[in-house]
C-alpha cells in the first residue's frame, strides 16, 4: 500500500481510522454492525417489494415511502461496507475513490432531506385536506415532487464535489473517521480549501434549515388539526405517529446540521463519530420501523405475498 509522504508530492490514497477500539472488541464490533446493515437492508427491501406488489399500497404516501426506502439501501450501503472493512484491517482508499464515495453519500443525504419534507407536507395535506387530497396530490404531482428531490440532492452534490476535485492533498493521509467526510478532508488539503467551505456551508444551511423548516410547520398544523378531534383512539394513534416520525427526523437533522453548519461546537472526535453513526446507521436502522413496518396496510401487504409465494410454491411442488 503507498503511503501519503510529507511534503509537496500528491498522494494517491487516504488512510480511514475508523473507531479507536481495543483490537479484541473489532470482531464483535463487525458482527454487530453487519446484522444492523442487513437489518436496514431487509426492513427496506420488504417495504418497496410490499409497495410495488399490494395494489393497495399504490398511494401517494406509500410511493413516498417506498422512494425513502431505496434511497436509504443506496445510502448505508455507500458508507457500512468501508466502515466494515475497517473492522478487519487497515481501510485504504483511493484519493478518486474517496471523492466519490462522498458524492454519493452527501447527494443521497441532501436527497434524503427534501425526500423527507416531501412525505411531511404528504401528510399535512392528507390530514388537513382530506376531500381535497386526491386532487393536491395527484400522480404527476407526486412524481414531480420526488424527481426534484432526487436531483436537488445530485445537483448540491455536484457542486460540492466540484470544488472539492480542485483541491491539492499532498500531506498525511490519514482521516479520523469511518468514511470519507468534508471537514477532514478539508483539513488535509494542501490548497486553500476556503471557497469549497464557504460554499459548502451556505449549501448546507440552505438544505437543511428549508426542509426541516418545512418539516416543522408541517406536523405543527398537523397537531392543531388533530387537537380539534374529539379525544379518543384516533387522536392517541395521531400522536404517537406524528412523535414517533419528529424524533427520527430530529435525530437525523440535528445531526446534520451540527456537523455541516457548526462543526466547531463538536470538540470531542469521538462524539463526532458517534454523531456520525447517527445518521449513517442509527437513524436508517429505524426508519423502515417508524415509518413502515408497524403499519398494518403493510403487514397485512406482506402476509398476502408470503402466502401467496407459499401457495405457488405448493403448486409447484416444492413442498
Known amino acids: 500500500m503507498e503511503m501519503a509522504s510529507i511534503g509537496n508530492q ?12 481495543r483490537a479484541e472488541l ?8 453487519t446484522v444492523i446493515y442487513a437489518s436496514i437492508i431487509l426492513g427496506n427491501m420488504l417495504i418497496i417489494v410490499a409497495v410495488v406488489s399490494s395494489q393497495r399500497l399504490h398511494t401517494p404516501m406509500y410511493f413516498f415511502l417506498a422512494n ?17 472493512e475497517g473492522f478487519l484491517q487497515e481501510a485504504a482508499i483511493s ?20 425526500l423527507l419534507a416531501v412525505m411531511a407536507y404528504d401528510r399535512y395535506l392528507a390530514i388537513c385536506y382530506p376531500l381535497r387530497y386526491p386532487l393536491l396530490m395527484g400522480p404527476r404531482w407526486c412524481l414531480g415532487l420526488v424527481v ?4 436537488s440532492g445530485f445537483l448540491v452534490g455536484v457542486v460540492i464535489i466540484a470544488l472539492m476535485a480542485q483541491l491539492r492533498f499532498c500531506g498525511p493521509n490519514h482521516i479520523d473517521r469511518f468514511y470519507c467526510d468534508f471537514m477532514p478532508l478539508m483539513s488535509l488539503a494542501c490548497s486553500d480549501p476556503s471557497v469549497a467551505q464557504v460554499t459548502t456551508f451556505i449549501l448546507s444551511v440552505v438544505c437543511l434549515t428549508v426542509p426541516f423548516g418545512l418539516i416543522l410547520t408541517s406536523y405543527g398544523r398537523i397537531v392543531v388539526a388533530v387537537l380539534r378531534v374529539p379525544a379518543g383512539a ?7 405517529t406524528c412523535s414517533s416520525h419528529l424524533a427520527v427526523v430530529s435525530t437525523y437533522y440535528g445531526t446534520l446540521m451540527v456537523l455541516y453548519t457548526a462543526p466547531s461546537a463538536v470538540h470531542s472526535q469521538l462524539l463526532t463519530k458517534v ?8 437513524t436508517p436502522f429505524f426508519n423502515p420501523v417508524v415509518y413502515t413496518l ?18 405457488e410454491m405448493i403448486e409447484g411442488g416444492w413442498w
Open 148 to 151: 426534484i428531490a432526487w436531483l
Open 294 to 311: 408497524r403499519n398494518k396496510e403493510v403487514q397485512q401487504a406482506l402476509w398476502m405475498l408470503l402466502y401467496v409465494k407459499q401457495a
Open 275 to 282: 454523531f456520525a453513526l447517527l445518521y449513517t446507521v442509527i
Open 10 to 21: 500528491t498522494i494517491t490514497e487516504f488512510v480511514l481510522l475508523g473507531f479507536y477500539v
Open 234 to 240: 384516533s387522536r392517541r394513534k395521531a400522536f404517537s
Open 68 to 84: 425513502l426506502s431505496f434511497l436509504e439501501i443506496l445510502y448505508t450501503s455507500s458508507v457500512v461496507p468501508k466502515m466494515l
Open 26 to 33: 473489532h470482531l464483535l464490533l463487525f458482527i454487530v454492525f
Open 95 to 114: 484519493v478518486a475513490g474517496c471523492l466519490l464515495q462522498f458524492f454519493i453519500f452527501g447527494s443521497l443525504a441532501t436527497a434524503e432531506c427534501f
